[in-house]
């Protein structure tokens, strides 16, 4: 299994694909941080759940694809972000799950995405079957997204 996962300060969407899922999305999970209005508040609900979710799916897990960090103009944001990034990479390596980080930039160009999060949402809906449309959130749809780039790159090479 791969994992597409988007992450942010306040949730983490992951899209659990296996090799041949191409054009159905087998799952999606996202979890949103109710604790704490500041990201630190949020922190250590964040890692719990997310180590808990990890643990379910191991040793079914090939690889994780981790969407890195944009560039953001506000500085304390970024730093956030950058911590809850890094505690995703963390519970990935304790429980041996190889990750890749990879660029906003790369997944899209990949996928040959324009059009920002509304091309995210369009390239989603019209190329995947998926048992939940229309409620899947913008950061279950990068998330799919991001398992997609995760497998055209270990198996087909592309």
């Known amino acids: 299994m791969i994992?597409?996962?988007d992450v942010?300060?306040?949730r983490i969407a992951v899209c659990h694909a296996e090799r041949d899922f191409y054009r159905v999305a087998s799952d999606t999970w996202q979890h949103t941080v109710t604790e704490g209005a500041h990201a630190v508040d949020r922190f250590v609900e964040f890692i719990k759940v997310w180590d808990s979710h990890?643990?379910?799916?191991?040793?079914?897990?090939?690889?994780?694809?981790?969407e890195d960090v944009?560039?953001?103009?506000?500085?304390?944001?970024?730093?956030d972000l950058a911590q809850f990034v890094g505690a995703v990479c963390a519970i990935c390596?304790?429980?041996?799950?190889?990750?890749?980080?990879?660029?906003?930039?790369?997944?899209k160009s990949k996928l040959?995405?324009?059009?920002?999060?509304?091309?995210?949402?369009?390239?989603?809906q019209g190329n995947y079957i998926l048992p939940y449309l229309p409620t899947i959130t913008q950061d279950e749809a990068d998330a799919v997204c991001i398992a997609e780039y995760g497998i055209r790159t270990l198996y087909e090479g592309s």
């Open 93 to 107: 390596t304790v429980h041996y799950v190889p990750f890749k980080l990879i660029n906003n930039v790369s997944w």
């Open 8 to 10: 942010s300060t306040k």
């Open 70 to 79: 944009p560039f953001v103009r506000n500085r304390s944001g970024t730093i």
């Open 54 to 66: 990890l643990r379910e799916l191991i040793p079914d897990v090939e690889m994780a694809f981790i």
């Open 112 to 124: 040959k995405i324009k059009g920002g999060k509304p091309g995210i949402m369009k390239y989603v």
């Open 3 to 5: 994992l597409g996962i």
